[in-house]
């Protein structure tokens, strides 16, 4: 059974940076799609960073080059460092992993940004 654990999350002022990550287990993770997602209250989740197995990977367009993304396969990890956070990147991160047409996520970790 597929599960990801995400941690890192907290407070931290505008222009601050923040590390998430994500470890998974169940599964060997090489052949999967990792990601990083967020959601804000009132609005939908959406794409922070996205790394498929062939590392094309994507960014949300309001990430303008503040946030890298990585991952160990060896490890089951995907780690999203956030730096230039901004008071508008508060919200819930949600770790994904996904292969074929199955997706799972993690349970969430908090990043408040305060201005």
């Known amino acids: 059974q597929v599960q990801l654990v995400e941690s890192g999350g907290g407070m931290v002022q505008a222009g601050g940076s923040l590390t998430l990550s994500c470890t998974a287990s169940?599964?060997?993770?090489?052949?999967?799609?990792m990601g990083w997602y967020r959601q804000s209250p009132g609005n939908e989740r959406e794409l922070v960073a996205r790394?498929?197995?062939?590392?094309?990977?994507n960014y949300g367009d309001f990430v303008k080059g503040r946030f890298t993304i990585s991952r160990d396969n060896a490890k089951a990890t995907v780690t999203l460092q956030m730096n230039s956070l901004k008071p508008e990147d508060t919200g819930v991160y949600y770790c994904?992993?996904?292969?074929?047409?199955?997706?799972?996520w993690g349970q969430g970790t908090q990043v408040t940004v305060s201005s």
């Open positions: 994904l992993a996904q292969i074929w047409s199955r997706t799972w």
């Open positions: 169940g599964s060997d993770f090489s052949g999967y799609i």
């Open positions: 790394y498929p197995p062939n590392g094309n990977i």
